[in-house]
């Protein structure tokens, strides 16, 4: 069977030798060119790598065994450090699971709100993930423009949060303070100055016949063994299917906009590359939707035995004070049950599965990680390819390693 | 989108398939869980991808839970299956008693089960027949206990400093 599928594919793996000297050749744990603390054994024969054997756990940080431990509200600063290009999207995710278990009605501000933060998230995770497929082709400039807005995506974070990379953002049932002036005034200029910048940099490599040579055919991957795989987000889709959580299964009002999911031909590191640009413009036409139509109403709902009260109605309110207490002493009661939820993280689909049994902490909490999943393809993706094209392999399929160790 | 296959007609499909297999039948949240037989789990999940109406030929996750009070049924072993071309989702769940964690490997159905069955086998000893590459994943290969299992405590046992009932379960 095994062999039957890989035969189904469109590409096409060379099968020459340069001279048949084999060497071994440790890609990491630490490189450079790995961006993150994960090993890769290779068998070389020249360039061309004939065989691939990976390790990983090198930041295994038994995140599901300390879920088992702590409260509900506890939980979202471990999910800032799954995948932390996109903190705010597993915030969110962790929040919603939470909420569809308990059940409770969020406002459509909040998801509005939601959503703006979410696509600003995808927005710096594609951008250092295709910025730095630039600068493991040595094309370092264009990094060094979109870095600049990244920044600005980060202040923005700041403006909600107080945080920037470890965001720990919202809280479940929505925000700890609604969005302030200064917000909207960063996110303005954010939303004209962005595009500019952003076409810039796009001009620089999109249409660059060195780096079209550098990427195109570079670390493939038919359709029918990504799904084999089980591949999920730009990764997916840049093998031509066009799976996307948000328009799947839509959470926090992702039906309400409107919004196009690109797909690739190839699936190869030119066509992730794309995938990822023309998400970025939508993620931005996704803002510009939801910040004109954002709903008047609240940005928290109404569930005060898991939302935080306000400090000066603690003081002076007894009611208030005792959910206070109940929350931090992890005494709220939760309903036993077992929910699924995932989100169209950075990197895809993003799932959480959660089985309850009433008490303080969850009895047993898994992470869907998508890169932790994706990543068992990559000797596959790069036998038979050279040591370059594996480099430009592993940073275009945006492995974090904080997601893929968990 | 709106899911072309309901929660009866899938389930009913399996029941006729493979009968007394099928142990329970449940919609917790709206989503399908169905507890079937350990034993028929390999069968199970390649009928579910190559049946032609169903097409539920996406392997989401793959873990383990422990239940140590269930005597006969410590380990359970959870499939998310998806169906990409009905928007359908569903979930299997099988039982195996701590005497015998083997389960049957589905990696020749789906590359990707791979590392998951790893990091199943790493965190709760649950053993899958017929995997490739039966080792540790995350933790190291030299570590003696599968950490996930509900008996080893996050933090140390042994205090008698602390009454657990005020920190957690």
Known sequence: MEEKLHDSGHIEKSTETIDGDIATLNLGPTHPATHGIFQNVLKVDGEKILSSEQTVGYIHRAFEKLAERRPYNQITPITDRLNYCSSPINNMGWEMTVEKLIGAEIPKRVEYMRVIIMELARIADHLVCNSVIGVDTGALTGFTYVFQEREKIYELYEEVCGARLTTNIGRIGGFERDFSPTFYKKLDNFLKTFPKVFNEFDSLLSRNRIFMDRTIGAGPISAQRALDYSFVGPNLRAAGVDYDVRVMNPYSSYEDFDFIVPVGTQGDTYDRFQVRQEEIRQSLRIIEQAYKNLPEGSYKADIPEFYLPPKEEVYNNMEALIYHFKIVMGETPIPAGEVYHSVEGGNGELGYYLISDGGRSPYRLQFRRPCFIYYQAYPEMITGQNISDAVLTLSSMNVIAGELDA | ?169
């Open chain 2, 1 to 169: 989108m709106k899911s072309k296959l309901t929660n009866e007609q899938v389930a009913e499909r399996l029941q006729k398939q493979f009968g007394e297999h099928i142990k329970s039948v449940e919609t917790p949240y709206d989503f399908l869980t169905i507890e079937v037989d350990a034993a028929k789990l390999y069968d199970i999940i390649f009928w579910l991808k190559t049946d032609s109406e169903l097409q539920i030929s996406f392997l989401t996750n793959l873990g383990g839970v422990h239940y140590p009070d269930s005597e006969g049924r410590e380990f359970a072993i959870v499939y998310h299956l998806q169906s990409m071309v009905n928007n359908f989702r569903l979930r299997l769940k099988a039982f195996v008693s701590k005497e015998n964690t083997e389960v049957d490997s589905i990696v020749d159905i789906y590359a990707g089960a791979n590392w998951m069955e790893r990091e199943t086998f790493d965190f709760y000893g649950i053993t899958f027949n017929g995997h490739p590459d039966m080792r540790r994943i995350l933790n190291e290969d030299s570590m003696d206990y599968f950490p996930m299992r509900k008996e080893y405590h996050l933090e140390d046992a042994t205090r008698e400093d602390k009454d657990d009932r005020f920190f957690g379960r």
